[in-house]
């Protein structure tokens, strides 16, 4: 096609196989570079010239001989655009722009998407509401922040995904034992008071600067929960124009403008503090939301994440204006749980608002929708009490003693 780009697309994790084949659907030349152990996963072939896999495990690659792969594709091909998938592979395509001086979200800015440090440091001297926090570089100002900030307190990893590693701490000796017990990780992780509250997280797709979509959604089990005590993930998106929704779209705004999002995709979290009632901002990330929020979302509003993102891109490249399709206002949710069996049986839940039924091995979730809020919140909580009693296992955390 005579205004075919060329896009080389990184992903640790199988995922974004719709980002990849709309891309692919728009004409373009699209290159995949993944992890050698995701080689046999059902990537779409037909989307895709050719795929580049990366020795190494879990997400950590050698970026000298990744950066030569890319330079070496160059010499032959024009390379007009390099895209992330998952949040680990952020810093190899803003590491890759940066060298290869291709446009994009370079080194800087990708940091206020997936350093929790950078983050808060960023939206602090934005004004952006966020809860008290401290660094962990400097054993003064700890002791401050512990002597002047009330505990609970977590010790959060600076650049995991989700709520992996989070720990809970409840007054200063415990947290000094942790502290000491991280050696020289402990500048890995930030220290941050607990804010008791519902969690909720705004999905986003960004054109010219400007949010031209976003939903919010709340957990009603939120993962932090899931993570360190097991149970059933649980999440809707919540009544459109109340006030809750408008005051965390006006901060997700203020978040993604600060910190230099200029087009893309975006998952945000906020947290609703139950002693204030304010709106805090918690963390974000230049993704689409992971858990099959994606499918959640498309469910509500007839807008699929993936495809629009690779629109935007493609749109970008070719100079072109991006037109958001026609947005639905409808209401979903997802319950999402560890099974027991490899292929869980899920044919008794035959409820007409069911959507769409969660593919993963040893998983038992489940989309629904409809056009009331409340009958999203009947179904959720009746299908929780059947999951945990015939599906739900619960897998002790595993430790995070490899940090990215």
């Known amino acids: ?22 891309l692919k659907n728009l004409g373009n030349k699209v290159y995949l570079v993944t992890s050698e152990k995701l080689r046999d996963k059902p990537w779409p072939h037909e989307a895709i010239d050719e795929i580049f896999y990366m020795p190494g495990l879990d997400t950590e690659w050698n970026l000298e001989h990744l950066l030569l792969g890319i330079g070496n594709l160059m010499i032959t091909t024009k390379v007009d655009s390099i895209v992330a998938l998952d949040d680990f592979d ?45 660094s962990l570089f400097n054993d003064h100002d700890i002791n401050t922040f512990a002597n002047t900030v009330s505990p609970p307190w977590v010790l959060k990893p600076r650049s995991e995904a989700s709520a992996s590693g989070i720990i809970k701490v409840f007054d200063k000796e415990n947290l000094w034992i942790h502290i000491n017990e991280m050696g020289n990780n402990r500048f890995k992780y930030l220290l941050e008071q607990f804010k008791p509250g519902a969690v ?52 997700n705004e203020a978040v993604l403008k600060s910190f230099g999002l200029k087009h893309g995709v975006a998952h945000t979290e906020f947290i609703k503090c139950t002693e204030d009632g304010k709106i805090y901002f918690l963390e974000t990330s230049s993704r689409v939301g992971g858990a099959h929020i994606a499918e959640m979302v498309e469910a509500a509003s007839g807008i699929n994440l993936w495809k629009e993102w690779a629109i935007i891109e493609d749109a970008l490249v070719k100079e072109k204006e991006y037109q958001l399709p026609e947005v639905k206002k409808e209401y979903a ?8 069996f490899q292929h869980p049986d899920l044919s008794s839940f035959s409820d007409p608002e069911i959507y769409f039924r969660v593919p993963l091995d040893y998983h038992a979730g489940l989309i629904v929708k409809s056009d009331k809020n409340e ?17 739900t296992v619960v897998v002790a955390q595993k430790k995070v003693d490899k940090l990215h």
């Open 375 to 391: 009958r999203i919140l009947e179904l959720l909580d009746n299908y929780v009490d059947r999951l945990i009693a015939d599906y």
């Open 200 to 251: 909720y997280h705004c999905d986003s797709l960004i054109s010219d600067k400007k949010i031209i979509f976003s939903l919010t959604s709340k957990y009603l089990a939120t993962p932090m929960e899931i993570t360190q005590g097991g149970g059933v993930f649980r999440s809707s998106n919540i009544p459109y124009d109340s006030e809750d929704d408008l005051e965390i779209k006006k901060v």
């Open 90 to 134: 952020v810093e190899k395509a803003t590491y890759l722009r940066e060298n290869l001086r291709i446009g994009g979200m370079g080194q800087t800015t990708g940091r206020y998407f997936r350093d929790k440090l950078a983050m808060r440091m960023r939206a602090k001297s934005c004004g952006i509401p966020i809860p008290p926090f401290c």
């Open 333 to 340: 949710g997802i319950v999402l749980t560890l099974s027991k």
């Open 1 to 22: 096609m005579e205004n075919a780009k060329t896009f080389i697309c990184i992903s640790n994790y199988f995922k974004g196989a719709d980002f990849l084949i709309q």
